[in-house]
């Protein structure tokens, strides 16, 4: 038996989703802030990423939820509600995705907009709304835990600055003495 690549499964969602993320009206997004230290192109590689692996965990659509990931906040807006959600399905159907794909993008902001959205039901349905929830609270808690850290490595910098001109200080007095 053969034995796969370590990075099969990367590359074959590279297959699936590389004639979107080359698109240049797609990469575009690298200019949009989405999550904090983010932008919005990395956000939908991420969900992609995501929706892709969860797939794979719970037999959905492997296909479906990638594209689904990776389109569903394909706007160019500064909108959060779930209107966001309608402009980027509109934005998705010029890639020729299925009709599965469009439904899902329209309603992953589900339970927003219930009222005005048909939600799509099913298990990619839900794989991408898993998917693109994770990868928010990644996105956020990396973010968060960046501003930590740089804290940190400011406040070591004016710790050591601190204890410098303390030292100087020492200096400077036993010298007067």
């Known amino acids: ?48 990423f995501f929706a892709y692996q969860l797939a794979r965990l719970f037999r959905a659509d492997l296909e479906v939820c ?4 990776l389109l569903h906040d394909y706007h160019f807006t500064t909108l959060k509600s779930y209107s966001h959600a309608v402009i980027a399905a509109k ?10 794909i469009i439904e899902i993008v329209q309603s992953h902001m589900y339970p927003l907009g219930r009222s005005k959205i048909k939600r799509a039901h099913g298990r990619n349905f839900w794989v991408v709304k898993i998917a693109d929830f994770s990868a928010a609270f990644f996105e956020i808690s990396y973010s968060i835990l960046f501003l930590q850290f740089q804290h940190d490595r400011i406040k070591l910098k004016r710790t050591h600055l601190l204890m410098e001109m303390a030292e100087e200080f020492e200096q400077k007095n036993e010298k007067d003495k």
């Not at 590279?14 to 004639?19: A, D, E, S, T």
């Open 1 to 48: 038996m053969l034995k796969k690549h370590p990075h099969f499964h990367i590359q074959e969602l590279r297959g699936i989703i590389g004639h979107i993320i080359t698109d240049k009206d797609f990469r575009k997004l690298q200019a949009h802030r989405h999550h904090m230290f983010f932008n919005r192109y990395e956000h939908l590689l991420n969900a992609s």
């Open 66 to 69: 990638a594209l689904a990931g």
């Open 91 to 100: 934005n998705a159907k010029r890639f020729d995705v299925s009709d599965e």
